[in-house]
């Protein structure tokens, strides 16, 4: 795995820190397998060009390595023109995260184009297409360093201004100056334990200081408490503002306001549209889910 270590840069560095902060996990290993194709391939364009992050993907196909068998992606048509917010929408096992993760080149597409500024993605130096994406996924894992450090992953010459910004705007600040060590705190075993919203908006203010053009949300599942859930979403919003966002979406009452809902049924994206178009839809698989989930709650 030597030449992983070093074409892959910050992202082995940043699983490396993982595996030392929670035990090595078998994503992790999985991962790190998985990716050597899509590392090898030689970068056409240049990494001084600043992506604007307009994402589009044509007839993708996808399996997962191990599991051959099994197509989860079919036909999989969308795009997203630059500033917008697309939700994808599904039921489990559809394959939401998926297309996050062929986005991100953790895994190779089977067929089909997937075009970031018009351009292949495979076209990309691996660290500068990443280098322009942020995730915050639905379960984030903070490695065992300080907040500080956590922050400021994603820009490691950061300047203290710029940290405390970012945790400003991602609502982290209040809970982290409530700490007698602030930024300097150390998280993870050895030190506190964060809930689940406040290492979101961990995440979020290391989103913003990397300052991406494209965005990738993986909503929790697992829904916060009322107040953490505000908070969360507040620090969501001004982090998607001025970028390409791709919401997974599992909860439907917070994409009502993205421009575009896609819903991925069967490896295909079976219905394009905004919450509007989408809910009139005649026996429509959105307005099916939206009906059980409003009635639900
Ligand atoms: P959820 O809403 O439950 O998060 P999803 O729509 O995001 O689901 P994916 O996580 O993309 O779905 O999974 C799509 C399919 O691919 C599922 O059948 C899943 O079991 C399978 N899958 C996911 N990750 C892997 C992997 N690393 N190796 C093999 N199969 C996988």
Known sequence: TTFIGASFGGIAEMYAQIQKAVGATERVFELLEETPEAINATPKISSIEKIKGIVSFRNVAFSYPS????????????????????AIVG??????????????????????????????IYDYDLENLRGNMSIVPQDVILFGGTIRENIAYGKPNAT???????????????????????????????????????????????????????????????????ESEKLVQEALEVLMEGRTSIIIAHRL????????????????????????????????IYKNLSNLQFSNS
């Open 160 to 226: 203290d201004e710029e940290i405390l910004l970012a945790a400003k705007q991602a609502n982290a600040f209040n809970f982290v100056d409530g700490f007698p060590e602030k930024f300097e705190t150390l998280v993870g075993e050895r030190g506190v334990k964060l809930s689940g919203g406040q290492r979101q908006r961990i995440a979020i203010a290391r989103a913003l200081l990397k300052n991406p053009s494209i965005l990738i949300l993986d909503e929790a599942t697992s829904s916060l408490d009322s």
């Open 67 to 86: 599991r051959k068998e099994v197509q989860v992606l079919k036909d999989v048509n969308f795009s997203a023109e630059f500033g917008q917010k697309i």
């Open 91 to 120: 039921p489990s096992g559809a394959g939401k995260s998926t297309i996050s993760s062929l986005l991100l080149r953790f895994y190779d597409i089977t067929s089909g184009e997937i075009l970031v500024d018009g351009k292949n």
């Open 253 to 284: 009452s917070t994409i009502r306001n993205a421009d575009k809902i896609l819903v991925l049924d069967n490896g295909e994206i079976s219905e394009e549209g905004t919450h509007q178009e989408l809910i009139n839809l005649e026996n429509g």
